[in-house]
């Protein structure tokens, strides 16, 4: 995304404004990680030269401008929610803040103005939209603190209180224990009244709402992403001049052509014809190439400038992302509703022109988006982010589902290789959320059959023991072959990063555009949609089938023994064929290396599977014609009784499924989607056995697959469950700061407000300790550095009485002596349940705490003493060091 500027609109200045604040902490920030305890809100120095950094630092001019906004979101007390109560102790006007609506994601919005100049000058934030949280109110009336809406409804409003900074990773376990509060208050409110109990049948059925209107989103989104890929696809080739919306299969329908032959068809006219030249001959294959080049051109053009001006995070495959996002990762835009509409155009426009990616991978981060969009319809979860995340995967699931038809396959994957945490109850609606989406994409019917499948097939001979050996050869091969794309493509991508070509994102697309055009017209095998080829591929040969130049077979019967066996000779077709799938299997290889990580949606599942499909045809063929040439050897004696049972077609489902696993490293979901792909179930074991040897070989020649690559190739901040942490150290090797260095915590009753602003101004940390004292370092609790800032800055402006001087009191007791101002309590905002360990307890232990709780941070204490903080970054830093590599490539929180 580097060197991609916003659109220069209300709109581009609303995605933007949410990277403000994480852009302008990291300026700031000169040394890296200081000294001192906090959460996981150290940012390097090295995050500049980032991809979401340079994004950042383009929408700083789009907010720039001086405004009158105040430093801190203006908190006001109501009286009721619909009013807004002016006023304020610093002066001026002040208006009311503006609440998130259910129409805005937590992803783009408008700039919310606080109005007015009151309020001191707090430091380092920008006016900007604040999620509103279901938090209680950090104050008591009775006792001098802040108090909203005059109640103490547990889901009353602070707005920004408990959310969190872009680029920064949540709390799962505040924020779950956060839902359970609120369900038990609903709970406890449905006694109360009628109208209690309907709105908390509303709640508890809220969930299943949201996915089902996100399973009926994604179904027609996809089908008008395969219907307007299909009909731009065979733009390249021609127009359908009786109705030109109607693409090439549409418009030969009425004679009966479910497939288009060439130059079987009358009433599609192909580029040459339009200008009045015959359907064959040299000049016009001179027409149709240079039209077929500059469509090509034009669709990749417009694909990449649609990302470039108005959603820098459509590029892509997105499930790195998506994968991060999961584990508790913000990034703010990735799932907005610019980011959906350009990605669904956008991939529209490059996979019509004929790159070398599919549309399968982004159509998880479609689903993704609008499970993001739906969620803020419903407060449960578009103000909770760890509840949030159980609508994105069974939003993940449902986009799996609508890009193969496969909706089972779609849950297994979003369990094993997207999600990382998947309750029992999220299972049962991502399968809900699938079904919803396949049914609906089903009624479109946009794979022009009357199956819901991609591929489907039917084989109705059964595979024999012997061809176990074929098949778990074409998993080696698939494990080969993904470790090696994984690695390729990895090296072009680093070097695209630190290398002038990635100022230059538009021209790279073009340049591979032109070369992918101008390579792959004079081959058949290439010019054809990839979707269409892998069809080809695993289609089984009929008797009379002479459009499939596969299938130029000889047949004949020969006699064993007493029954005559159908065994069939490859003609001149077959060989041809081969040569040019050799020759297709390397241009695609080498193409989709440069190509997968461009700025432009590009998903690798059918990349992946043409691969795997060209293999496993070619070996299918050279197994077929050992069976010809060697009938009667031991292995085939009984298994071929009446004719020859090896279906080339198999292998190629089989080749697919293990180069997609060698490159993605799936497993059972795998095997499940090849299956529901194809409608090949007593496969299922040869499918297995692929899949097995293509993971065993992958994983013996690279630990990852290619998003966890990607993952760790971008800096994400993500533990990866799959791994396991074997090296012997302990919690106080990795705590920070290090024992002889200066620990920066807040006293529960002796700091000020303007100590503790200094301390905020000194330090860059996410959160403090607090403790009973500097001498008395026992630990108190933890207090988030967002709601400090918001805390003292909306005191300062709604309490008399409080200035820098005001002791600031995070217990309930009053001090001793309280000759100075009035003291401001701040217990409410105060963590008192922080997750501890001791200083001894081993790395491993606390590895497998921030991965099975999804921690943000923990203290680290001795003898009830604190001693540090060890946050999420710090242990994927020592698992990096630990590993021998470079710990500063993990460059977010």
């Known amino acids: 995304m580097e060197k991609f500027p916003l659109k220069g609109s209300r709109e581009a200045a609303a995605e933007g404004n949410s990277y403000i604040t994480a852009y302008q902490t990291v300026m700031k920030k000169s040394n890296g990680h200081t000294n001192g305890a906090g959460g996981d809100g150290d940012l390097d120095g090295t995050f500049r030269d980032h991809p979401l950094a340079q994004h950042t630092k383009l929408t700083t001019s789009l907010t720039a401008a001086g405004t009158d906004d105040e430093d801190m979101i203006d908190i006001t007390p109501r009286s009721s929610p619909g009013d807004v109560i002016g006023g304020g102790g610093g002066g001026g006007s002040s208006s009311g803040y503006h609440r998130e609506t259910a129409t805005e994601s937590d992803t783009e919005r408008d700039f919310g103005h606080s109005g007015g100049n009151g309020g001191g000058n707090h430091h380092n934030q920008r006016?900007?939209?604040?999620?509103?949280?279901?938090?209680?109110?950090?104050?008591?009336?009775?006792?001098?603190?802040?108090?909203?809406?005059?109640?103490?409804?547990?889901?009353?409003?602070?707005?920004?209180?408990?959310?969190?900074?872009?680029?920064?990773?949540?709390?799962?376990?505040r924020d779950i224990a956060r839902d359970r509060m609120r369900h038990r208050y609903i709970v406890k409110k449905r006694q109360d009244s009628l109208w209690d109990l309907i709105k908390g049948s509303i709640d508890a059925g809220s969930g299943w709402l949201c996915v089902l209107l996100v399973g009926i989103a994604a179904g027609c989104v996809a089908g008008m992403v395969d219907i307007g890929a299909s009909w731009m696809?065979?733009?390249?080739?021609?127009?359908?001049?009786?109705?030109?919306?109607?693409?090439?299969?549409?418009c030969c329908y009425p004679a009966k052509q479910s497939v288009f032959e060439e130059g079987n068809c009358s009433t599609w006219k192909t580029w040459p014809e339009i200008f009045g030249l015959d359907r064959n001959g040299t000049g016009p294959y001179i027409v149709a190439y240079i039209w077929y080049v500059l469509w090509a051109l034009l669709f990749a053009s417009l694909s990449a400038s649609l990302v470039r001006m108005f959603a820098p995070y459509a590029c892509g495959s997105g499930i790195p992302e998506i994968k991060t996002i999961l584990?508790?990762?913000?990034?703010?835009?990735?799932?907005?509703?610019?980011?959906?509409?350009?990605?669904?155009?956008?991939?529209?426009?490059?996979?019509?022109?004929?790159?070398?990616?599919?549309?399968?991978?982004?159509?998880?981060?479609?689903?993704?988006?609008?499970?993001?969009?739906?969620?803020?319809?419903?407060?449960?979860?578009?103000?909770?982010?760890?509840?949030?995340?159980?609508?994105?995967?069974?939003a993940a699931a449902a986009g799996v589902s609508v890009a193969f038809g496969a909706p089972i396959g779609g849950v297994l994957f979003s369990l094993e290789e997207v999600s990382y945490y998947f309750p029992l109850k999220t299972l049962w609606r991502s399968f809900f959320c699938a079904l919803i989406a396949a049914f609906v994409l089903r009624s479109l019917t946009p794979f022009g059959n009357e199956h819901s499948?991609?591929?489907?097939?039917?084989?109705?001979?059964?595979?024999?023991?012997?061809?176990?050996?074929?098949?778990?050869f074409l998993g080696i091969m698939g494990g080969v072959i993904g470790t090696f794309f994984i690695k390729a493509n990895l090296w072009?991508?680093?070097?695209?990063?630190?290398?002038?070509?990635?100022?230059?994102?538009?021209?790279?697309?073009?340049?591979?555009?032109?070369?992918?055009?101008?390579?792959?017209?004079?081959?058949?095998?290439?010019?054809?949609?990839?979707?269409?080829?892998?069809?080809?591929?695993?289609?089984?040969?009929?008797?009379?089938?002479?459009?499939?130049?596969?299938?130029d077979y000889k047949r004949m019967n020969i006699t064993s023994g007493n029954s005559f066996i159908e065994v069939t000779e490859p003609g001149p077709g077959?060989?041809?064929?081969?040569?040019?799938?050799?020759?297709?299997?390397?241009?695609?290889?080498?193409?989709?290396?440069?190509?997968?990580?461009?700025?432009?949606?590009?998903?690798?599942?059918?990349?992946?599977?043409?691969?795997?499909?060209?293999?496993?045809?070619?070996?299918?063929?050279?197994?077929?014609?050992?069976?010809?040439?060697?009938?009667?050897?031991?292995?085939?004696?009984?298994?071929?009784?009446?004719?020859?049972?090896?279906?080339?077609?198999?292998?190629?489902?089989?080749?697919?499924?293990?180069?997609?696993?060698?490159?993605?490293?799936?497993?059972?979901?795998?095997?499940?989607?090849?299956?529901?792909?194809?409608?090949?179930?007593?496969?299922?074991?040869?499918?297995?056995?692929?899949?097995?040897?293509?993971?065993?070989?992958?994983d013996a020649l690279g630990r990852q697959g290619i998003y966890d690559a990607h993952i760790a190739l971008n800096g994400y901040p993500f533990l990866d469950s799959k791994e396991e942490f074997a090296h012997t150290t302990l919690a106080a090797d990795v705590m920070q700061p290090k024992r002889n260095e200066t620990l920066n915590v807040i006293t529960q009753d002796s700091m000020t407000v303007d100590d503790v602003e200094n301390l905020l101004k000194e330090t860059e940390h996410n959160g403090y300790p607090v403790v009973v004292s500097r001498e008395n370092q026992y630990l108190v609790g933890f207090v988030l550095r967002r709601d400090?800032?918001?805390?003292?800055?909306?005191?300062?402006?709604?309490?008399?009485?409080?200035?820098?001087?005001?002791?600031?009191?995070?217990?309930?007791?009053?001090?001793?002596?309280?000759?100075?101002?009035?003291?401001?309590?701040?217990?409410?905002?105060?963590?008192?349940?922080?997750?501890?360990?001791?200083?001894?307890?081993?790395?491993?232990?606390?590895?497998?705490?921030?991965?099975?709780?999804?921690?943000?941070?923990?203290?680290?204490?001795?003898?009830?003493?604190?001693?540090?903080?060890i946050t999420k970054k710090d242990v994927l830093r020592h698992v990096k060091q630990m590993d021998n590599e470079d710990p500063n490539t993990v460059l977010f929180n």
């Open 788 to 869: 400090l800032n918001l805390a003292i800055g909306n005191a300062k402006r709604l309490i008399e009485g409080i200035s820098s001087s005001s002791i600031v009191l995070f217990t309930s007791s009053q001090p001793i002596q309280n000759l100075g101002p009035q003291p401001l309590k701040l217990k409410k905002i105060l963590d008192m349940a922080p997750i501890t360990v001791t200083d001894q307890t081993p790395m491993e232990t606390v590895v497998d705490m921030f991965r099975k709780l999804g921690l943000r941070q923990t203290l680290v204490t001795h003898n009830g003493r604190l001693l540090g903080v």
């Open 453 to 472: 499948v991609l591929f489907f097939v039917e084989y109705n001979k059964p595979w024999i023991f012997f061809e176990l050996i074929p098949f778990v």
């Open 127 to 173: 006016t900007m939209h604040q999620h509103v949280p279901t938090h209680s109110a950090f104050g008591d009336p009775m006792d001098g603190a802040l108090s909203f809406y005059g109640s103490s409804d547990v889901q009353d409003d602070i707005p920004g209180i408990g959310q969190y900074e872009d680029f920064h990773t949540i709390d799962w376990q």
């Open 492 to 551: 072009w991508c680093r070097y695209r990063k630190f290398s002038k070509l990635g100022q230059y994102p538009v021209m790279e697309v073009l340049f591979v555009t032109l070369v992918t055009a101008i390579i792959c017209y004079p081959n058949p095998f290439t010019r054809m949609n990839m979707n269409e080829l892998i069809f080809l591929l695993v289609s089984k040969c009929s008797p009379g089938d002479v459009t499939n130049p596969l299938c």
């Open 574 to 698: 077959v060989y041809s064929s081969i040569w040019l799938l050799m020759l297709t299997f390397i241009l695609k290889l080498a193409l989709t290396i440069f190509t997968f990580g461009m700025k432009v949606p590009a998903g690798l599942f059918i990349p992946s599977l043409l691969l795997g499909a060209i293999m496993g045809r070619i070996v299918g063929i050279g197994v077929e014609q050992f069976a010809y040439s060697y009938p009667n050897i031991w292995f085939f004696t009984g298994e071929c009784a009446d004719s020859n049972l090896i279906t080339p077609g198999l292998y190629a489902v089989v080749g697919a499924a293990a180069v997609l696993g060698g490159v993605t490293r799936m497993t059972v979901s795998l095997v499940v989607i090849m299956f529901e792909l194809t409608g090949g179930v007593r496969y299922i074991v040869p499918l297995m056995a692929a899949a097995m040897a293509s993971k065993w070989v992958g």
């Open 327 to 394: 584990s508790g990762f913000i990034i703010r835009g990735y799932l907005g509703k610019w980011t959906l509409l350009i990605k669904s155009v956008g991939l529209m426009l490059s996979v019509s022109a004929g790159l070398t990616l599919g549309k399968e991978g982004p159509m998880v981060h479609i689903a993704s988006c609008i499970g993001n969009i739906f969620s803020h319809v419903f407060p449960k979860y578009g103000r909770n982010e760890a509840k949030k995340r159980e609508i994105l995967s069974a």
């Open 233 to 250: 696809s065979d733009l390249k080739h021609g127009i359908c001049p009786p109705a030109f919306w109607f693409n090439r299969e549409q």
